[in-house]
């Protein structure tokens, strides 16, 4: 069974210009997180989504951060415009039924200079 | 979700018992105890969870004390491929809310 897909693996990027990272989930599973990990901290919530529904974005910066997960299955975080502070490691998960353990990609590690 | 506490880092030899501590003294009677490990550059990977009773699989072993205020993950023969940053987590069951990881423990395996 494939797991979660993410890409791309890494992104240099100059700040102020956009970018968007994707997610495709473990087959069958309902509920996509993503987190953001700083470096030498633990990964922290940014959205989860129930099937096409964004259940839980509070911490997402909604002046410069958009999610989006159409049709349930892939998603898509943009950010727009990229600032220096949002280097960090953007990492997917899924789970089943958002209730049991969660799956996670590789993660996205974004570079802004 | 109540908040665990856990040694910075640990380092074990290679082949013996990797024991590591957590604490979680303001845990709830429907939180779960998880534990996820981080491998350098790879996103967390589940490892074990339980809620009173320990547990075993084929990757750890979970220990639960009686009060449930701490827990004790046993890797029983580590590996080098066991040197990760492990994460122990607390969350109420049936709820899809996010796991809190902290910081976690880093341990390193010694040849």
């Known amino acids: 069974e494939a797991g979660v897909v993410q890409s791309p693996r890494y992104k240099i990027i100059e700040k102020k210009q956009p970018v968007a990272f994707w997610c495709n989930p473990i087959?069958?599973?309902?509920?996509l997180y993503w987190y953001l990990q700083n470096l030498g901290q633990g990964p922290e919530l940014l959205i989860r989504?129930?099937?096409?529904?964004?259940?839980?974005d509070s911490q997402l910066p909604k002046d410069r951060f958009s999610a989006e997960r159409l049709k349930g299955v892939d998603s898509t975080l943009k950010i727009q415009p990229a600032e220096l502070g949002d280097s960090a490691v953007y990492l997917c998960?899924?789970?089943?039924?958002?209730?049991?353990?969660?799956?996670f990609g590789p993660g996205t590690r974004l570079t802004v200079l | 979700d109540a908040k665990t506490t856990q040694p910075p880092s640990m380092d074990c030899a290679e082949g013996r018992a990797a024991n590591l501590p957590c604490n979680h003294s303001?845990?709830?009677?429907?939180?779960?105890v998880y534990w996820y490990r981080q491998i350098h550059s790879q996103g967390p990977q589940y490892i074990i969870h339980?809620?009173?009773n320990n547990e075993t699989n084929e990757m750890a072993s979970l220990i639960i004390t009686e009060d449930r205020k701490s827990s004790t993950l046993i890797l029983p023969h580590a590996t080098l491929r066991d040197t990760a940053v492990y994460y122990c987590?607390?969350?109420?069951?049936?709820?899809?809310?996010?796991?809190?990881f902290g910081t976690g423990t880093s341990l390193t395996v010694i040849p």
């Open positions: 998960a899924s789970s089943l039924s958002g209730i049991g353990e969660q799956f």
């Open positions: 087959s069958g599973h309902n509920t």
């Open positions: 989504y129930e099937n096409e529904e964004a259940v839980d």
């Open positions: 303001t845990i709830s009677g429907n939180e779960y």
């Open positions: 339980g809620l009173k």
């Open positions: 987590i607390v969350r109420e069951a049936n709820t899809g809310n996010q796991f809190y």
